[in-house]
């Protein structure tokens, strides 16, 4: 019960950051003004995601976000199956809960590399539900948006593991295991898959669990996806074992990174970390424990 009402208080405590951080809308601005500044911001999405979520993007993108999200708006594919083999505290989650909306925003423009369908999976049910609940709240409370965008909340579908705005973009949120059908919206198949922090300690000890996990990925959730239809996959995760999910899917990706606290020279993959905090955290944990959670190094 305590850790439920922790998790109330800090998801109460992101809706007053929401609506603080994105206050100042132009109320005043021209129907023509708007939709020339929203077309630049959705034409440039390092600007958009640092003008909707100011609260979420404080911090200057590192260069592996920037190759990652120009990867997907550059590809010619017409799906993509995307990796980052990627270390702790590097926001992985965060920044994909500010791409999916924007992604999704692009299709009220109908613009190319726009998604309507998002399923965003973790571990657990819970988990992913809690990922999905922040993205909900931006839709809900982030004056900017609303302000270019319109409402998007709806009295019908509207819950921590499932919404469909008012435009009709749908996101759903699945657990590890979990049956993906009905996933479907308006016969429309899911056209955007997020996979978030889907590993776990035990299950990569048993090769058994694994190779069940393996199959409801890429035999139950992967065909969810149209075959002719455009779509992007992503999976997100550090390495935790040398047969883990990650390493797995990894391999199958077309663009695929490995992105570690630390560079080959020592120094932070992102400038947001100091080096001197990167070694205190290290040297707390010890060496078999940081190469796995750091450096995607399992031993």
Known sequence: MKSRQQLEKR???????????TADVAIDESPEARRVRVAALLDDWPRFLKYYFPNWASSEFAAFHLRG????????KKKMFFAWMIARDMA????????????????????????????????????????????RLQFEYNQRLLNDFGTF?????????KFVTSQ??????LGKGQSPRGTKEDEKRPDLIIGDDFDDDE???????????????????WPTMDVSAHALFV???????????????????????????????GNPTWKRHSKEDCQYMISKMGTLLAEREYFNNPI
Do not use: P
């Open 11 to 21: 998801f109460e405590a992101l809706e007053k950051q929401i609506k603080a951080s």
């Open 69 to 76: 999200g120009n990867a997907i708006l550059t590809s010619k």
């Open 92 to 135: 992985k989650t965060t920044f994909w809960q500010m791409f999916a909306i924007y992604l999704t925003c692009r299709s009220l423009y109908n613009l190319h590399h726009s998604y309507r369908n998002v399923v965003w999976w973790s571990k657990t049910f819970d988990q992913a539900s809690e990922m999905l609940r922040a993205i």
């Open 153 to 161: 909340k709806t009295v019908s579908i509207w819950a921590d593991d």
């Open 168 to 173: 009709g973009i749908s996101f759903r949120a």
């Open 203 to 221: 299950e990569v000890l048993n090769d058994i669990r694994l190779e069940k996990s393996y199959q409801w990925i890429m035999g139950a959730l």
């Open 235 to 265: 999976v997100l995760n550090n390495k935790i074992g040398e047969r883990s999910l990650m390493a797995r899917l990894y391999e199958q990706a077309d663009y695929k990174e490995t992105i570690n606290l630390l560079d080959a020279n």
